[in-house]
């Protein structure tokens, strides 16, 4: 279950965002996790819930951005939404591909009283 080393980086990252400013809590974080990143978005909310007692995350909002997939054919340069990160291009049919979008898995703000 990679979710647990996840969250623990998230709450590591915040807590050093706090400690920069000269403290505060959190009370809003929003995360952007790709639907091909590979993350249980389930798994991961049931682990903060765990995780983020006690600490500078405890008690905030966390809204969660969930990129859809794109990807770029290497071959026909088709660019075509992937459900799965094995997806050929619908055009063309070959595997090889750059993706978009979709394996994002970044914090993208943090709002601190």
Known sequence: MHELSIV???IKTAKKEVETIGGGKIVEIYLEIGK???VEIQS???IWELCANGTVLQDSKVTILEPEGS???????TEFKLEKIYDS???CDSPFKNIISGKELKIKKLIIN
């Not at 990807?71 to 340069?77: F, P, V």
């Open 36 to 38: 091909l990143s590979g």
């Open 8 to 10: 623990t980086s998230i």
């Open 71 to 77: 990807a770029k054919c290497a071959e026909c340069d």
């Open 44 to 46: 991961l909310n049931f």
């Open 89 to 91: 291009c619908p055009k």
